[in-house]
């Protein structure tokens, strides 16, 4: 089951993947976990795009498309697969498209989560990240027992740079202008299936499952 989670930055996108991955037993991939990961080893690639992901941008189609390739190439993806965030531009999917369609697969399903502004503003500038195992959490909805401490491994939580205002709004904006076409370009491929991103979790996470159990019988 190969799936493609579209939606504005706050959407929930990351979240709900990381539930859905251990459901369904395939690799959530998210090209912006794979990016960080790059730019905390300092790798070429990962000193490339920071400056890119500090401001808000988004990285050369070239860098994150090889990326998100090799990933899905490999063992544990066999079987599927849900994309995070990958792809933000036309011809991000196109590649993919064109890179599948060699070992003859195709996407199952995309899901779009469409979410108020308000929303993902809000959901944005709340996350706090664990330095240590990553796990989300949002001071508000999704708050850890103690202040600022990760409850699974006890590591310090920090916010992303580019979830301060000023870069959100920036993020927001790249969203509207280079990845909302996406919506109709998989339209008209017949992929499209949308969700509520503004639904509380476990709401959105029912109508997701319904929708990825439909994707696997078909
Ligand atoms: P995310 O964690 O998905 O919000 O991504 C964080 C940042 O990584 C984005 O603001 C971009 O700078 C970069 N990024 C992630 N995915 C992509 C992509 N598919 N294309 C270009 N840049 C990306």
Redesign the pocket.
Known sequence: MRIVFLGP?GAG??TQAALLSKKFSIPHV???????EAVTEKSAIGLK?KG??????????E???RI?IDRISRGDAKTGFIL??????ER?AKTLDESLSKVSLSLDAVIYFETSKNVCVERLAGRRVCGKCGVNYHIKNMPPRKDGICDHCQGELYQ?N?DKVD?IEN?LT?YSQM?KPLIDYYKNGGLLKEVSGDLELEEAQRDLSDILREAQAA
């Not at 890119?52 to 189609?61: F, Q």
């Open positions: 930055p996108k990351g998210s090209s912006g976990d794979l990016l960080r795009a890119y992901m500090d401001r808000g941008e988004l990285v050369p189609d860098i994150i498309t998100i995070d965030g990958f792809p933000r531009t991000q992303r580019d870069t993020r790249v990845t």
